[in-house]
């Protein structure tokens, strides 16, 4: 028979004989036809796939819920296939809506069985009528391309996957082939209620589509089968933009450079922080966000930040955009100091929440014997002896004398000169000898505590930062670059 015949080769085609068939089954004519036509495939020699397990989701939200758990249990039994029942609990003030949560709930349990299986792969009973129904509601939500593709006959969830072995397949053909081979299953009496917009569209929207057009579920098909096709070539195009424009930073960031993405075409700066925000959370990502997020890029502004969902925070910081878990990325060096004697110690680590700074004092005996490199903003040359205090956390109204530079200048109008990030300047230590502020490794040099090129007995402190903070900072200018370098 058709149906017969299409599962098979769906089988032999996406699964191995190592694989474990976790089938969902709820007990109405779908699922229950999958899963008499996989059983039936399972005394094939040789063997197609490993085991057949069949799972079943109590949901607990309708009186003959119980009914049709009954249901599944005793056509396992008599069939022999193993099987489990499984209660969950659907959180109804989601937000999210009941169905959807029912559905979250569903695919929870389908994966955590699957975990307990060697080798697993997860079958769904979606038919040609449900994609019908899931392009016409996602059309209606205002889906883009990737909505719009539909269902897909083979996805993966969390590692795992999962397969539509009747996707090609109308819900006539189930039922002729349920009724020829006598397979017991119950009416799901939800399924009538027109509340919900898939059965108002079940019932209303699609026989009035189906008298226009009569073959709109093959039509359907090849149309998802398509978009399906434009929407992969462009989800490569935006890994390819990925690896040119996003850093992901160690510290669980994704650091975006908004000259690249703002380069790239508008559909692919979409999916692109589409494929990002799915890092975080693999749905529930609205076309709202996606362009509160793609404006924040292009914006001219810095220190502009948007919040999104899931605890997700996005900002600009000159050059670059930001991404990542508000926890995270609103991290503060609590204001502290560490008094260092390098006479006694030469070596000083200070640990900050997105930094790790690194100090080395070396004795030298002139000026003159160091060479150029050695003279940069990242080391500092003071009198031999001098005891030194590093703080982080300072309040940026505190005024410097910078070398040079006839006057003071403010912590903050430092920061903002040199492009460090907002979420930096916390983080950056600020040396002090005796109170008064010598140094901003990288950034500044004061007239404090200064040596000539005639002084003996020198101490040379030279500062580093981690590489992933670096990166960071050292993405943003061509000036700060250099900065870093020296």
């Known amino acids: 028979m058709h149906v017969a015949d299409t599962v098979r080769r769906f089988i032999e085609q996406y699964t191995s004989s190592q694989n474990t068939l976790i089938v969902g089954v709820s007990g109405g004519l779908d699922s229950m036809t999958l899963l008499h036509v996989v059983h039936a495939l399972s005394a ?50 989601s937000g999210e809506g009941l169905e959807a949560a029912a559905r979250t709930a569903r695919y929870e349990a389908l ?23 899931t392009v016409l509601l996602r059309w209606l939500r205002g889906a883009g391309l990737h909505g719009l593709a539909g269902m897909r006959a083979v996805t993966t969830r969390e590692e795992i996957p999962l397969l539509r072995p009747l996707l090609a397949l109308s819900k006539a053909e189930l039922a002729e082939y349920a009724a020829v081979n006598q397979v017991p ?34 039509l359907t098909a090849r149309l998802t089968g398509l978009l399906q096709d434009d929407d992969d070539y462009l989800t490569a195009a935006a890994q390819a933009l990925k690896e040119q424009a996003v850093a992901a930073r160690g510290d669980g960031l994704f650091q975006v450079h908004c000259e690249t993405f703002n380069a790239a075409h508008v559909s692919l700066q979409r999916r692109l922080i589409h494929i990002l925000l799915n890092c975080f959370a693999s749905a529930g990502w609205t076309q709202r966000h996606l362009e509160a997020v793609r ?22 910081s000159y050059e670059s955009l930001y991404i990542g878990y508000s926890s995270r990325c609103s991290a503060v060096a609590e204001p502290s100091t560490i008094h260092w004697n390098p006479a006694g110690n030469h070596r000083l680590t200070l640990d ?116 992933d903070a670096r990166q960071q900072i050292g993405t943003l200018s061509r000036g700060t670059r250099r900065m870093i370098s020296e």
Not at 114 to 125: C, D, E, G, Q, S
Not at 194 to 209: C, G, T, W
Not at 448 to 456: H, I, K, N, P
Request: hydrophobic share 40%; aromatic share 6%.
């Open 111 to 133: 994966l955590a069985e699957a975990r307990r299986h060697p080798n697993p792969v997860v079958l769904l009973a979606h038919h040609q009528d449900d994609q019908v129904e």
């Open 44 to 93: 094939q020699r040789p063997p197609l796939f490993r085991s057949l397990f069949a799972l079943h989701v109590h949901h607990g939200l309708r009186q003959a819920a119980d009914r049709d758990e009954a249901l599944v249990e005793r056509y396992c039994r008599a069939l022999g296939i193993a099987h489990q029942s499984v209660r969950v609990q659907v959180d109804a003030n």
């Open 352 to 467: 900050v929440p997105l930094a790790r700074w690194r100090f080395f004092a070396v004795f030298t005996r002139r000026w003159d014997d160091l060479p150029a490199s050695r003279k940069g903003l990242w080391r500092l040359c003071l009198p031999a002896g001098t005891a030194l205090e590093v703080s982080v956390g300072l309040p940026t109204a505190v005024r410097v004398r910078p070398l040079g530079l006839n006057g003071s200048k403010k912590l903050q109008d430092i920061y903002t000169d040199k492009k460090v990030p907002r979420s930096f300047r916390s983080q950056w230590p600020i040396v002090t000898v005796n109170g008064e502020v010598v140094w901003l490794p990288g950034l500044v040099r004061t007239e404090v505590q200064t040596v000539q090129a005639a002084d003996r007995d020198m101490l040379v402190v030279v500062a580093h930062m981690n590489r």
């Open 295 to 316: 404006q924040l890029a292009g914006a001219s502004e810095t220190g502009s930040s948007l919040q999104l969902p899931r605890g997700i925070h996005v900002w600009r």
């Open 185 to 218: 299953h119950v009416e799901d009496e939800s399924n009538q209620d027109d509340r919900f917009s898939r059965n108002y569209l079940r019932h209303h929207v699609v026989p009035r589509l189906r008298h226009l057009q009569p073959e709109i579920g093959t």
